[in-house]
């Protein structure tokens, strides 16, 4: 359960650091990065943007769900987020409020 949960911490923070580097990757775009749209990553961003953050809506949860994990993997360490004013705390809280059962790999 230990490695699930801590899986689970890493692959939210990854999508956080996604979508504060989707800034330069055009919204429209259908290939984003790790197999996830610009437009999914930013419907994520609200959900773990300070200091009102808004529970995922089904199109951020279905953009995390079909996100390559391993490429997700590669950002987990950005020193992006608290810079762009993103909760790193709220952003590895992501799959688990999505209820996603992927499990990366990191």
Do not use: F, W
């Not at 279905?62 to 950002?75: E, K, N, R, V």
């Amino acid at each position: 359960m230990e490695h699930s949960y801590l899986a689970k911490k890493i692959v939210s923070l990854a999508l956080v650091a996604i979508v504060l580097s989707s800034g330069s990757i055009e919204v429209s775009q259908a290939q984003g990065i790790c197999n996830v749209s610009g437009e999914g990553l930013m419907s994520c961003k609200p959900s773990v943007t300070p200091p009102n953050p808004t529970a995922p809506t089904a199109q951020c949860c279905s953009a995390l769900a079909h996100a390559d994990m391993g490429c997700l993997c590669t950002y987990k360490n950005s020193p992006l987020l608290p810079s762009l004013g993103i909760d790193p705390r709220l952003a590895m809280q992501l799959p688990e409020r999505c209820k996603l059962p992927t499990r990366p790999r990191c």
